[in-house]
């Protein structure tokens, strides 16, 4: 079969190879019906995550069709049009059970190495890196789905899979970002990076009720979209995202902050961002956290500070003391998928949201390198790219 396959920091190829088979009776083989490129990859691409190998297989968000079962698997048939979240989970374990299936016990088959790295495991991920186990990814023709009766979503005729596809990873994940804020009606909720993880998360807490949303980025068309989705926006090119949030909070600040940047903030005019690429490129610090320092320094007292963006390492200059003076709360993780799912497929079905709106590129699974470089570059105004193979 064709996959995308890692071959070191921004050299990703559209490879043969082989065909995935049946390993464990709760197994699943999908034909990928669509895949997408999602903001995470790009710490793969830019080479920032520990534990990748050449000819690693990317891809985590991906749906299809079930075109063979394991003999132990008994809830999916052949045939059946499947979303496959991106964290892989028994179902059976202690934390999956209390729903916390991004840290489940058992799926990440190289938990030795993730034990001595985080302290305990996490969840294995599709075509994520070594420390989650090393699975093949969803940017393929074919995919195996380890645990398939416990994850994969069944989709419901009559909803096409750009309705859908997200369901596997960036609506939970902004959902969740939302979620954990536990917002109140009368709070404002800064929303830090207007990708696709920030523009659900901004839709999220619009849903959720909250008395008003802003999102901070540099990109107008992603800022277009966020303002669609019901956003105040600000442009840190332009203005003081500090200035611009106390003014809209009367100098109080937001009660809850996401951030849905991560380890690579694109921030250039200020200090701590200089100090953090000057580090990074002498390899004394993995990460660049100017959004965490942000929203340490602009939350309100008291407040919640939720973190769906991806760190990979170490950070330096966290103004921990004054996280701790203030009283703040920090939310984070990677995304408890199938907590979601079931809720989130309710609203697509009911027109509450189409997800699909994020979707600016549609393309072959063949021009993936390319639209890797492309959505990397944020040319064309990149936000979400699809793939057909």
């Known amino acids: 079969m064709k996959a995308l396959c890692y071959h070191g920091k921004h050299d990703i190829r559209y490879d043969t190879v082989p065909d995935p088979v049946i390993e464990d009776p709760r197994d699943a083989i999908i034909k990928v019906s669509s895949c997408a490129i999602c903001g995470s990859d790009l710490h793969l691409y830019d080479g920032f995550m520990p534990g990748m190998k050449s000819g690693d ?6 749906m299809g069709e079930v075109v063979e079962v ?23 374990c202690e934390q999956c059970r209390r729903g916390n299936y991004s840290v489940c016990e058992r799926s990440n088959r190289n938990k030795d190495v993730a034990d001595k790295v985080f302290g305990h495991t996490t969840a294995g991920l599709f075509g994520y890196t070594h420390l989650t186990g090393g699975y093949a990814g969803g940017q393929a023709e074919y995919v195996r789905v380890p645990y398939a009766d416990a994850s994969a979503v069944k989709v419901p005729d009559g ?14 994940t902004g959902w969740q970002a939302a979620a954990q804020c536990e917002i109140e009606p009368t709070d404002t909720v800064a929303v830090w990076g207007a990708g696709p993880v920030g523009q659900f998360a901004v839709r999220a807490a619009v849903m959720i009720g909250a008395r008003q949303v802003a999102c901070i980025d540099n990109v107008p068309e992603r800022l277009a979209m966020a303002e669609a989705g019901g956003a105040i926006t ?12 106390q003014e809209l909070t009367r100098g109080k600040g937001p009660e809850k902050c996401i951030d849905a940047v991560g380890l690579e903030s694109h921030a250039t005019r200020s200090i701590d961002s200089v100090y953090d690429r000057i580090k990074q ?21 008291a407040g919640v500070l939720s973190i769906p963006g991806v760190y990979g390492g170490l950070l330096d200059k ?6 701790m003076n203030k009283g703040l709360t920090f939310r984070m993780g990677q995304t408890h998928v199938n907590r ?26 063949e021009a993936g390198p390319e639209m890797y470089r492309t959505f990397r570059d944020k040319h064309d105004s990149c936000i979400k790219v699809v793939l057909k193979p």
């Open 159 to 172: 909803l096409t899979d750009e309705q859908v596809l997200f369901l596997g990873d960036i609506f939970p």
């Open 340 to 365: 979601w799912t079931d809720d989130l497929l309710r609203r697509i079905q009911e027109g509450e949201i189409d997800p699909s709106f994020v979707i600016t590129h549609t393309m072959g699974l």
């Open 281 to 301: 490129a002498m390899m004394l610090e993995t990460d660049r956290p100017h959004v965490l320092r942000e929203m340490i320094y602009v939350c309100r007292p």
């Open 70 to 92: 394991g003999s132990g698997n008994r809830r999916l048939k052949v045939g059946e049009r499947v979303v496959i979240p991106f964290t892989i989970i028994c179902g059976e």
């Open 318 to 323: 966290i103004p921990f003391g004054a996280a």
């Open 234 to 245: 600000i442009d840190f090119d332009h203005e003081s995202v500090v200035e611009r949030l």
């Open 57 to 62: 297989i990317l891809g985590h968000e991906f």
